[in-house]
């Protein structure tokens, strides 16, 4: 068993002793050994000194004595987690940069570490070299001409994604939660834009504030500015009442412009404005009128390119993109489809009123393996297809569209599924399960379906280890012990 330096140095004189010299001191704390040890070895290996702890109250015991130049932090542990152990660490006083890494890594521990104070938000399994990074940026934290991102307590909300893609979205939602500036969505349709937005606004200064949403394509262009920006009684043919827009309504909160690379030259000019200035006029109107409206636009298309070609303003996208987030394809998030699916197929049941469906193991990996195209969106009404459609409590393989299960691209073999689930079959057919000298399925299966992918990717890369590791979305610590575990001669 590895050792707890800091935790056993507590317990005998209830401080830490400090090295003076000019090393960075970081300490841990993580109620695993096996993450204590390679930190600190990493960190050693870099000329960083280390203390570690396997209990927050143990590391709260030694900070009124002495206090490191970063603190690297789980969130799960026994007794005292993370969170509520750096609100007893006074990090607006103390300065103190924390790295908060979780196994559980969603939006909402993403959101209260940053609230909480956090430097960085580091979701494990990690890359050792990132690790150390990251700590030698914290470590000049305090150093003059740094300047540290402060946060403020907001409601908790939650999005599903633990694919690195989808954890720079909830790094950057947590660092804005005390920001109201204007944000650019950018993605593919369908991929959760405005999730994203309604995410934005409820970690926001702004949240107890109306949040409001318009598809500027859903709006004929002619009745567009006045759904902006309202209308006089009289302005035109029709216009019997006065009409407060979408500007008005989300004053002092949050507007969501999706789809704004359609917006008309006018209508961009008079946004501009509105932008600038803080105030604009109805349709038919004399009086400006004011107000404090932070807002969110979203678009699939390459505004960049759209400014080069004269299609959008230069001068209305820079207003827009003060912040950047890109929301990932589905097919860049492939590990996230299981919890996508068992989510969504959990919100159909309770739509539906009825009892929520499993899906087999050979249904859901023939859907794991398709592209998606029509990203969360098109998994969502797929979810709620099979929820309707599948007979009893189980969707199978067989349940699943035709359009679905027809496009695969896992293997030049387009059967290999059908492969496997017949030799599933078979041993299951044979009594296999049933004969306690024989190893389960998934014991057969799954390492041979490693090995076979692992050497796949390492050879399409010609053995780079670190690249494998991102093609099998695994970091390239993952990778390594794959590789010891199965015993793979390479």
Known sequence: MYPVHGASAVAASGSVKLNNDTQPVVWIVDDDASIRWVLEKALHGDGIQTHSFDRADALLAAFAEQQPDVLLTDIRMPGMDGIEMMGHLGLEASGLPVIVMTAHADLDSAVAAFQGGAFEYLPKPFDIDLAVSLVRRACKVNE??????QTTISSISSMIGQASAMQDVFRTIGRLSSSSMNVLI???SG???ELV??????HSPRASRPFIALNTTAIAAELLESELFGHERGAFTGADSRRIGRFEQADSGTLFLDEIGDMSPDLQTRLLRVLAEGEFYRVGGQTPISVDVRVVAATNQDLAQAVEENRF???????LNVIHIRTPPL?????????LLQHYINVAA???EVEPKRLTATAETLLCSFDWPGNVRQLVNICRRLTVTAPGSEIRASDIPEEIGSNREMSSDPDWLRNLASWAERQLANGQLENNDQQPLLEIALPEFERTLIRAALTSVNGRRQDAAKLLGWGRNTLTRKIRDLDLDL
């Open 144 to 149: 003059p001409e740094v300047v540290r991102e």
């Open 186 to 188: 950018t993605g593919e």
């Open 191 to 193: 991929t959760g834009k």
């Open 197 to 202: 937005a309604q995410a934005l606004h409820e």
């Open 313 to 319: 303003r230069e001068d209305l996208f820079h207003r």
């Open 331 to 339: 097919r860049e998030r492939a590990g996230d489809i299981p919890l």
């Open 350 to 352: 309770r739509e539906l």
